[in-house]
Structures are given as structure tokens and as C-alpha cells.
């Protein structure tokens, strides 16, 4: 009972606090700002919108036919079809339960390709490596290049307790490791069995041959992500004159709450209008940005996610 009480105050949670900053991002803004909001979500260029919602559907293909080279390296040849939905799945599943997307993914590509979920749950992992490091990269040279623009945001970071709390938990990781690697116990031994196969998918991606068209697509699924959201700065005057780097800074610090929130519901837009505002954006245009960007966003998602519910079980039920 403990443990279904726990899954489902982590999936309710993060959904309440963003209605609860939904709510009140609007009781604390003043008639005139919630006017120029509805003024610019009424008046924006929605041409900038479906560019951009074009060029996040090219990273759907790419991602999708990235995976194709870490499963050809484990022997499996599945149809893009197959592939295409599974990624589908991941993103509309995230929305809904964080990080549950990639089992999903890996469920998928099990029932309709007939590839053993370890091994495909591996060459997701490698996937979301490489994502990560990518992520890391952008994150960084972005602070390096906005940081006296950020300053007045890391000021109000408590570095010591992320300090203190980063340090408990590096000494229990190492901890965890170690047992892990001497240990004797025979759930210990099971569990390493079963991870055996989930090594080879995520060794999948370091040892491939295909390594350099396989990392050309992992640029591309960033660009893609960044080039979307520059797309629709122009679908507002206010937002149109941004440069490129705090275009970028904007983007990272919503990819950063997507990544930890249940897709950004209600987080997003606050975070993109505050992130905006230090730029010199009214928070009513920074907000309806934000507004416009989660909302293409978001029913990409849930129209690719459903039609991948519906089409895969017809298309291939033979699995």
C-alpha cells in the first residue's frame, strides 16, 4: 500500500504544483498583464508555430532513425514504423509519469519487433548517455557565455546544500557500487544476470560501426530541439528582437524543467517568462511565449503518442 501511495503522490505532485503556479502566475499578475497575455496569444504569427512544430518532427524521424544502428550492432533489424511509434510512446509517456517513457519504448520495441527488452532498454540507455552529455555541453557553454545575465538567478542557488547533498550522494553511489560488484548474495548474483543484457545495449553505442552517423544524428536532435524554439520567437514582437544566445539560455532552462517535471505542465511557462523577463520581456509576452511554445509542443506530442497507441497494434499485430 506504502509503495502505490508513493507512485502515485510522485506522479500527482509535480501535477498539482504546476496547476498550483498555473494559479497563481494569474491571481498575482494585474488586469492589464493578463490582457496584454490574451492580446498576445490572440495576435501571435501561428505560421512560426507549425514551422517549428515541422522541425520537431524531423527530430522525431531522427531519434527514431538513430536507434536503427545500436540495434543492427545487437543483430536486429526492426521496421522505422515500429521504431517511429516506440518514440512516440516514450515522449507521451514522460508527460504522465516521468522517465517512464523509456521502458515504454522498450516495451514497445518487445510486443511489435520481437527484440528482448533488456537489450533494447540498454540501447536506450546509451541513447539517453549521449543526450546527457550533449545536454551537459549546452548547459555549460551556455552559463559560460549568459553568466553575468544568470548571476542574479545563481546568487539565489544554495550551492553549500547542493554541495553537501551531491557529496551523501556520491559516498552511498560508490557504496551501492561496490556491494554490488564483491557481493555474494544470490539476488545479487540473479540481478547481475539480468543486467548482462542491458550492458551489451548500452556498450551497443561505443562499439557500433557506425558511430560517426549515429553522432551526426544526435547534433541533429539537439539542433532540431533548439531550432524549434528559436522558430517561434517570431511569432511575437516583443520576442522576435532576441538574440541567439538568450534564445539558447531560455531553452535550456526549459528543457531543465521538462526534463524534471511531469512535461513542464504549468512549470514551463512561469519559468520562461521569468528567464525572459531578466532580458527585458514583459512577463505578460514572456508568458504567452512560454504558453505557445508547451502548448504546440505538448499536442505534438499527445496527437503522435495517440496515433502510436492506435496504429501500432493494427499495423503490426502479428507480433
Keep these: ?35 496584454d497575455l490574451k492580446n498576445s496569444l490572440r495576435t501571435a504569427d501561428y505560421t512560426y508555430v507549425y514551422i517549428s512544430l515541422f522541425v520537431g518532427l524531423t527530430g522525431f ?4 532513425y538513430r536507434w536503427k544502428y545500436t540495434l543492427a550492432h545487437l543483430g536486429y533489424e526492426v521496421p522505422f514504423g515500429v ?3 516506440a518514440v512516440c510512446i516514450t515522449y507521451i509517456m ?22 528482448p527488452f533488456d537489450k533494447a532498454f540498454g540501447t536506450i540507455i546509451a541513447e539517453r548517455i549521449i543526450d546527457l552529455i550533449l545536454l551537459v555541453i549546452v548547459v555549460a557553454l551556455t552559463a559560460a557565455l549568459q553568466f553575468d545575465a544568470l548571476k542574479a538567478y545563481l546568487d539565489d542557488i544554495p550551492f553549500q546544500q547542493l554541495l553537501f547533498y551531491g557529496t551523501v550522494a556520491g559516498i552511498l553511489f ?4 561496490l556491494f554490488f560488484m564483491y557481493s555474494k548474495l544470490g539476488w545479487v548474483q540473479k540481478l547481475k544476470l539480468k543486467i548482462s543484457g542491458l550492458t551489451e545495449g548500452v556498450l551497443s553505442a561505443f562499439k557500433m560501426p557506425n558511430k ?24 511575437l514582437p516583443e520576442t522576435s528582437g532576441l538574440d541567439f ?36 520581456v ?28 492506435l496504429l501500432l497494434p493494427i499495423l503490426y499485430r502479428n507480433k
Excluded at 263 to 274: D, H, L, M, R, Y
Aim: charged letters at 10%.
Design 212 to 235: 560517426w552517423p549515429f553522432l551526426l544524428l544526435s547534433l541533429y536532435i539537439w539542433f532540431s530541439y533548439v531550432l524549434m524554439f528559436y522558430v517561434t520567437i517570431y511569432a
Design 61 to 64: 524521424w531522427a531519434r527514431a
Design 83 to 85: 521504431k517511429f511509434g
Design 245 to 280: 544566445g538568450t534564445v539558447v539560455t531560455a531553452f535550456v532552462i526549459g528543457s531543465i524543467v521538462i526534463t524534471f517535471t511531469n512535461g513542464g505542465t504549468g512549470f514551463f511557462p512561469f519559468a520562461i517568462s521569468n528567464i525572459l523577463y531578466v532580458y527585458g
Design 1 to 35: 500500500m506504502n509503495k502505490k501511495l508513493s507512485k502515485f503522490l510522485s506522479i500527482t505532485l509535480p501535477l498539482l504544483l504546476g496547476v498550483f503556479l498555473i494559479i497563481y502566475m494569474y491571481r498575482h499578475a494585474t488586469a492589464k498583464e493578463l490582457a
Design 174 to 177: 560508490i557504496g551501492s557500487v
Design 94 to 115: 514522460n508527460m504522465f509519469i516521468p522517465r517512464s517513457g523509456e521502458v515504454s519504448r522498450a516495451v514497445a520495441l518487445n510486443k511489435y519487433a520481437g527484440v
Design 282 to 309: 514583459p512577463k505578460s509576452a514572456g508568458a504567452a511565449f512560454g504558453w505557445i511554445v508547451w502548448t504546440s509542443q505538448t499536442g505534438q506530442i499527445l496527437f503522435l503518442g495517440i496515433l502510436s497507441f
